[in-house]
């Protein structure tokens, strides 16, 4: 949980993001307690509210779950979870801007095809 | 319960600085309150804290009138800007000294807090306060609206003059006393982009009256900017609400506010990106110059 807020989405957005990220990375761990709200905000000098809300997406996907009096875990099979989730979402987020800008600059197909199999080698 | 103010009125000789002000602050939020220079935001901050009268209107703390209203004001600090010139009397008069009468003020006073805090800025409190520079002065102020432990706290431009290391302390600072007292704080900025994050709702003050009051986040969503070929810009925010446009050859950017349920025409070849609280500010009330 220790990368840096930008301006290019909305914080709460962010704070869901980087918890995906942080549990990809096995930072944090399936039935492991994740920071609190609170904890979030002073990290980030956010407002808690803005914290609740990033967290409360993962909840509502399953990938956090509650704990009555204790706080957020990490739900078992959030990793399958999130994997899934982001491979699903690969081609619009990531495809999708890659191809306009080869559109713009005329490459070809065929090129960006070599290009790709030249990188991934 | 909450404080509520009912159409506000303030006139100086004459002149109307609050036009028919509501609002409702609710407890356990962080509110901003921004306008620009001259808006009447310290004015409003002095009505709310029963500091000036209103010229008409209403400010009641769950249901009761806080003018001169000793239960009310027990619960409310409004922590202003210090001015320690020769005419307000606070020149001569030493930090340590300054901090002691306000702690008089306020029943749940934190002095350990207020320990912590002098030691936290290095603050000098045998200095006096004529001798003190702007920053210093801030430090004051935001030692005494923290420790009064005031259920409502109001601070009036707290950060001015601070270096941007105190700033960020005290950004720290505010999000720990909020989250361990859940107290309501309203605080009134010019640097808007270092405070917004922390600010649950913000309240935009224009020209006497309020412009907008609401969710920061909602409000920062529903504005963005879009840049492109002039032509381009001008059919994809066809029919929506443009503000602050700017122009360069036949290059265009516009910032556009939507209504719930209104879309930038993306099928144009535009760029469409999110915009900050301050700029969003900015194109809100930033333009009359060019009208």
């Not at chain 2, 006139?11 to 901003?32: A, F, H, M, R």
């Not at chain 2, 008089?104 to 002095?111: L, S």
């Not at chain 2, 036949?250 to 209104?262: A, D, H, M």
């Amino acid at each position: 949980m220790n990368e840096q807020l930008t301006g290019q989405k909305s914080i709460y957005i962010q704070i869901g993001e980087m918890m995906e990220t942080d549990i990809l990375r096995g930072i944090l761990l399936e039935e492991e307690q994740v920071p609190s709200t609170n904890e979030l905000a002073r990290l980030y000098t956010i407002n808690p509210a803005t914290a609740a809300k990033g967290v409360g997406l993962l909840v509502d996907e399953g990938i956090l779950y509650k704990r009555r009096g204790i706080g957020m875990f990490v739900s078992p099979g959030a990793r399958e979870k999130i994997l899934a989730k982001r491979r699903a979402a690969f081609a619009e987020n990531h495809l999708a801007p890659l191809l306009a800008e080869a559109r713009s600059l005329g490459i070809s197909k065929e090129e960006l095809i070599d290009m790709i199999g030249e990188r991934m080698k | 319960m909450s404080l509520i103010c009912e159409n506000i009125v303030k006139t100086y000789s004459g002149k109307e600085v609050l036009q028919d002000v509501s609002l409702e602050l609710q407890p356990g939020k962080i509110y901003g309150l921004i306008g620009r220079n001259g808006a009447g935001k310290t004015t409003l901050l002095s009505i709310l804290t029963a500091q000036n009268p209103a010229t008409r209107g209403s400010v009641t703390l769950d249901g009761a009138p806080v003018w001169e209203n000793r239960r009310s004001l027990e619960k409310l600090c409004f922590s202003r800007e210090l001015n320690a010139n020769a005419e307000s009397g606070l020149a001569a008069m030493k930090a340590k000294e300054y901090l002691r009468i306000a702690s008089t003020y306020y029943e749940g006073w934190d002095k350990a807090l207020e320990e912590r805090l002098v030691q936290l800025f290095e603050l000098n409190t045998k200095k006096k306060m004529g001798k003190m520079s702007k920053g210093m002065l801030s430090m004051v102020t935001i030692i005494v609206a923290l420790c009064s432990k005031a259920p409502y706290t109001f601070l009036d431009e707290p950060v001015a003059g601070l270096d941007v290391v105190a700033r960020e302390q005290f950004y720290k600072l505010l999000l720990e006393e909020y989250t361990e007292s859940g107290r309501t704080f309203v605080v009134s900025t010019h640097i808007i982009e270092e405070a917004a994050d922390l600010l649950e709702e913000v309240i935009i003050l224009h020209q006497g009256k309020v412009l907008l009051s609401g969710e920061t986040q909602s409000f920062v969503d529903s504005a963005c900017h879009v840049s492109g070929k002039a032509e381009e810009v001008d059919a994809a925010v066809a029919g929506l609400e443009v503000r602050h446009v700017e122009t360069m050859g036949r290059s265009k950017g516009v910032t556009v506010f939507l209504e719930p349920g209104q879309k930038i025409d993306e099928s144009r070849d535009v760029s469409v990106q999110p915009v900050s609280l301050q700029r969003a500010f900015v194109a809100l009330c930033g333009e009359e110059e060019h009208k």
